[in-house]
């Protein structure tokens, strides 16, 4: 049998999923993260953990491997692809110090121009690098995700055009734009891929001692966001995935790209389609802060979500918001409360459902292609109160899709999404 092995690597821990041609699952393996000294160590040993918890016999099948790390989390290794500083991680802002710097060189408006973008921490890097390492010993400039694929294919210098977005590769024309071609950095920029696309087989000493096919090959990677989408299920244009977690994420599958950076709005390529992305800073934390889960699932029960709620709050747990409202200043809106902790809930869960809708309404407006159903992760999406609420909304089907871990959308990528064709041999059925 054909096995294909999808590697997560997320904010607190990593996975691995393993599935054959038609999608069923075969193994699973998880890694909890630890507080480490030496982070790309701890990441090397979360890679062979989680292959050494997967059988012999699955192994032995297993004819690709697709990996996801959490977007915008870097490194700079030497020649033997050997770390020569700390990896930077996705939230760390440090990058903030070449804000001024990028905003010359970026045209306005950019996706790099961001604290946490891989450019910013890629100059921040260069700022902070001793000259000798800086000039003389040119250094290969990685992903998180990168730099796992490179421990199992040994091909230093490859990423793919979903993480490689925030360094400011160009998706659209498959290149490095001028601007940052001209800067001539002095790292190498990796060569970036489709994901999906084999990238070589297994390194032959890995194949030896784990008992992988020697022909396994290893495939260009995603972000972990991406991933989760793919996991999904959702694959037609029309179709999005709402994160119903912390926050609020919106993800829809358009004919058309969008990109606005007034409303933190920017679309990933998935082959001849693009991956339009909003995100609003309400959601799931707002609930936890008047609500224990417990409570969530007591006092929802007794929501009638047929009924609308005519309170309108705009639920933050601190001022300002980007999506679908831009506006740093925003007041969190949680008033009037009423006495009864239900009415209170109904209030919440209604008004997040309209920002939801407003958010979708946005994307459109903004020229994606028009919603046609909605996947929901995240701790909000097992409220089935909820998702009553929100259809009410939406006006389009809401589904609960049957695999949302990262790590099965990698899987899928090791399979062979055939991005090009969308829908021809897309994700899960
Ligand atoms: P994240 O990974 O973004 O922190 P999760 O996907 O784990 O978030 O979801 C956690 C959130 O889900 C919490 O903020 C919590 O308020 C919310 N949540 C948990 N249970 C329910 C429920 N029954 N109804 C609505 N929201 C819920």
């Given at each position: 049998m054909n096995l294909y092995l999808g590697l997560d690597f997320g904010t607190s821990g990593a996975r691995a999923i393993v599935i054959d041609a038609d999608g069923n699952i075969h193994a699973e393996a998880q890694y909890l993260f630890e507080a480490a000294a030496d982070l790309a160590a701890s990441w090397e040993k979360a890679l062979f953990s989680l292959i050494s918890q997967i059988s012999v016999q699955v192994r032995r099948e297993i004819k690709a491997i697709a990996l996801n790390g959490t977007s915008s989390t870097v490194i700079l290794c030497d020649r033997a692809g050997n770390p020569v500083v700390e990896p930077i991680l996705?939230?760390?802002?440090?990058g903030v110090e070449m804000m001024e710097k990028l905003k010359k060189i970026a045209?306005?408006?950019?996706?790099?121009?961001?604290?946490?973008?891989s450019l910013a921490k890629l100059l921040w890097y260069l700022k902070a690098l001793p000259p000798d390492q800086r000039e003389n010993r040119k250094t290969y400039f990685l992903h998180q995700a990168d730099w796992l694929a490179f421990l199992l294919h040994?091909?230093?210098?490859i990423s793919d055009y979903h993480n490689a977005l925030k360094l400011g590769y160009d998706v659209g024309n498959l290149c490095y734009p001028e601007w940052l071609e001209n800067l001539q950095l002095p790292v190498y920029l990796p060569k970036v891929l489709a994901?999906?696309?084999?990238?070589?087989?297994?390194k032959p000493e890995i194949a030896t001692n784990f008992e992988?096919?020697?022909?396994?090959a290893v495939c260009a990677g995603t972000t972990d966001s991406i991933a989760a989408f793919l996991a999904s299920?959702?694959?037609?244009?029309?179709e999005a995935s709402t994160s119903l977690g912390s926050t609020l994420v919106l993800k829809l599958l358009s004919h058309t790209r969008v990109d606005d950076a007034r409303y933190g709005i920017y679309s990933h390529r998935l082959g001849d389609l693009w991956l339009v992305g909003g995100a609003s800073n309400t959601g799931g934390a707002v609930l936890r802060k008047f609500f224990t889960d417990a409570e969530l699932e007591s006092l929802s029960?007794?929501?009638?979500?047929e009924k609308e709620s005519l309170l309108d709050y705009y639920p933050l747990l601190k001022e300002g918001d980007r999506f679908p409202i831009n506006d740093p200043h925003l007041p969190p809106k949680l008033e009037p409360?009423?006495?009864n902790p239900v009415e209170f809930l109904h209030g919440l869960l209604e008004s997040i459902a309209r920002i939801e809708a407003r958010g979708y309404q946005l994307l459109q407006q903004l020229?994606?292609?028009?919603?046609s159903g909605v996947y929901t992760a995240g701790g909000?999406?097992?409220?089935s109160v909820w998702t009553a609420i929100r259809a009410r909304y939406l006006q389009v089907p809401i589904v609960t899709p049957i695999h949302s871990e990262a790590a099965y959308g990698s899987a899928l990528l090791a399979r062979g999404i055939n991005m090009n064709r969308p829908g021809a041999e897309g994700a899960e059925e």
């Open positions: 996705y939230n760390d802002a440090r045209p306005p408006n950019h996706t790099v121009l961001s604290a946490t973008s040994g091909k230093l210098g994901p999906d696309t084999p990238v070589a087989e297994i992988f096919p020697k022909d396994c299920g959702a694959k037609s244009p029309g029960c007794q929501i009638d979500a409360r009423p006495d020229g994606s292609t028009q919603l909000g999406a097992k409220n």
